[in-house]
């Protein structure tokens, strides 16, 4: 198992960063190789929830997935557990509130086999860096929110 720990600090007050963060209606606005998200188990981004993802890959080939949300705890912590063919991964998300700024501490921990385990091997920083990729697509998408958010 490969674990990853960004951290990165998004200018805006910590219950509209945590109500964005759980908005599944807004995954594709800080997601952009997200092409579905639907809800099968239970109501979007509420604890125990269980959704089908289709992302789009290079090359064409699209990757679908399952995610379920394992704890929400929301305004304090938030934890995911995405699966795939050849990747199970979970990210615990903690929240911090500092006055009119949020610090979100991620980690990744990654469970590859098949190809994915040759991939990890020969680019140990892919997940490390889709990690990263994402908290700035968060924190760019949040702070360029105008108006009431949920």
Known sequence: MTTYTESIT????LKEVTGLFKDTSQYKDWQPELEEYETFVGHPGEEGSKARLRKHAPKGAGIKMKQTV?????????????????????????????????????????????????????????????????????????????????
């Open 10 to 13: 998004v200018n805006r007050p």
């Open 70 to 150: 394992e704890k929400d705890n929301l305004p304090e912590e938030y934890v995911i557990k995405q699966d795939t063919d050849g990747v199970m991964a979970h990210h615990h998300f903690h929240f911090h509130d500092n006055d009119t700024a949020t610090q979100i501490e991620a980690r990744g921990e990654y469970d590859t086999d098949g190809f994915m385990k040759l991939v990890d091997w020969f680019k140990p920083s892919y997940f490390e860096n889709q990690l990263k990729e994402y908290l700035e697509n968060f924190k760019e998408f949040a702070e360029n929110q105008t108006g009431p958010t949920p």
